[in-house]
């Protein structure tokens, strides 16, 4: 019986669609990764579900969409109730080891409770929204781990192992990522089982200063060509400067990329491994006067997604939406392992080898209030913050989202983008009556998907 195929999964933190030299958007310099995507199938229309790292990552991993899995906003502390991924969950490293795997995952977790919840002084060392996730059920099926919850300090990690003693290997955390990678699939190449790793870089999240200066280099003396949506009170030195960092990161981390490519190249693997490329979520850089993500505008929202092996996933652009969680039974559709009918994503597998036809039209959106002071003001008002935030619809052709706000008090807004006649999502049509046939549309898509998610949104 033929070897199953390996699976490899590698994706950025907070990397937007656009960050790609092959893109003809940024003009970052990404020479593996624009290398990879020629031989890859380009997800041109993958997007963020929920743009907010704990939210995708648990669509990813479980195929659920996050309010379904009470992930309504990032692990941590200050909140009333505490944020994790039940270790009941079914996950796409459960699956995986049951049907043969040998499973790894490296890198930013970000899914378990944060420690601080439970002790001021965790043994492990754990602060703030950190946590060291122990063996057993909350790695969720993983069998190597080499993790963190949630530590931004890229030019001096943490992780943990087996035990609670930190690891710091004392260099930028995706070159360590990078050399455990290695050292893992070459322990797992020659045995019987096949292997599916999941690497997790965290560049290139803020903060955008922590990147070694040897990518910095490349970019310092680079003129900045803002995005068209960038106001001018944004196009400021400061974010002249930011936006280099955000390159260089990218920069560094598709050079440890292409390391992993090498690997595979020199190990004769590329036609047995499905290889995946892509992020939980993008970032503004100021596009619309915003940092960061968690809101509803492409620079946020679009993600790479690129998908590789060599002989067995056709090359090209795969034009159907796919959102985060499609991920795990499309995945599991294209090793040819079961999809678990927990799985509330679409299995796009199918219409990847031309024998379906049946792909989404469109992408659920979402976003709730989660910084505690936010949840705290609603409490104060007597009201549940999960009724508001924005939620919203993606096609092809337009994003439609509605907005009750992050405070109290605030005025529902209708918003309707074309995103074909106007593609930096400058001039939104506000929508006032419901008479519309599309606006009907998108609010009856709308709210099949609160109610499949038992989600109280005040629509």
Not at 277 to 294: C, F, T, Y
Request: aromatic content about 12%; charged content about 25%; glycine content about 6%.
């Amino acid at each position: 019986m033929k070897k199953k195929p390996n699976l490899l999964y590698v994706f950025l933190d907070q990397w937007r669609y656009h960050a790609m030299e092959c893109t003809g958007e940024d003009p970052v310099h990404t020479p593996h990764m624009d290398t990879f995507a020629k031989e890859s199938l380009d997800c041109r229309e993958a997007v963020s579900t929920f743009p907010l790292c704990s939210p995708h990552r648990a669509s990813l991993l479980t195929g659920k969409y996050p309010f379904s899995l009470g992930m309504w906003t990032n692990c941590k502390i200050g909140l009333s109730e505490v944020l994790m991924l039940r270790p009941q969950e079914t996950c796409i490293g459960n699956v995986l080891k049951e049907n043969g795997y040998h499973t790894g995952y490296i890198g930013k977790w970000h899914l378990d409770a944060a420690e601080q919840n439970f002790q001021q002084n965790p043994v492990s060392g754990a602060r703030d929204w950190d946590a060291y996730t122990p063996p057993g059920e909350r790695r969720q099926g993983f069998d190597y781990w080499l993790s963190y919850g949630a530590c931004d300090n890229h030019l001096d990690p943490h992780y943990w192992a087996d035990t609670p003693r930190q690891i710091k290997p004392g260099c930028w955390s995706p070159e360590f990522e990078t050399d455990k990678a290695l050292e893992y699939m070459e322990e797992q190449k020659g045995e019987e089982e096949p292997f599916a790793l999941f690497v997790s870089y965290n560049p290139p999240h803020l903060p955008y200063e922590l990147v070694p200066d040897k990518y910095y280099k490349q970019y310092e003396n680079m003129p900045v060509h803002f995005r068209k949506n960038v106001p001018p009170e944004k196009r400021t030195p400061e974010m002249e400067t930011i936006t280099r960092q955000y390159f260089a990161a990218i920069t560094g981390v598709d050079e440890q990329f292409g390391r992993i490519l090498q690997y595979l190249r020199d190990h004769h693997l590329e036609e047995d491994t499905l290889v995946v490329l892509s992020a939980d979520h993008g970032e503004m850089l100021g596009s619309h006067g915003r940092m960061s993500k968690n809101v509803w505008y492409e620079e946020s929202i679009h993600i790479p997604l690129y998908i590789r092996q060599k002989g067995q996933v056709p090359l090209g652009v795969y034009k159907e939406l796919l959102a985060s969680p499609d991920h795990m039974p499309t995945l599991l559709g294209l090793l040819d392992i079961p999809v678990p009918d927990t799985c509330q994503g679409f299995n796009h597998a199918p219409c990847i080898r031309g024998e379906a036809d049946n792909a989404p039209k469109q992408a659920f959106l979402c976003s709730y209030p989660g910084m505690p002071e936010m949840v705290a003001a609603y409490e104060k008002k007597g009201r549940n913050s999960k009724c508001y935030g924005w939620r919203g619809i993606r096609t092809q052709r337009h994003t439609y989202v509605v907005n009750n706000g992050y405070t109290p008090g605030e005025r529902q807004v209708r918003l309707l983008y074309d995103n074909e006649k106007d593609p930096y999502q400058m001039s939104p049509l506000v929508i006032t009556e419901l008479n519309q046939d599309l606006v009907q549309e998108y609010e009856a898509r709308l709210r099949e998907y609160l109610d499949m998610q038992q989600d109280p949104f005040l629509l």
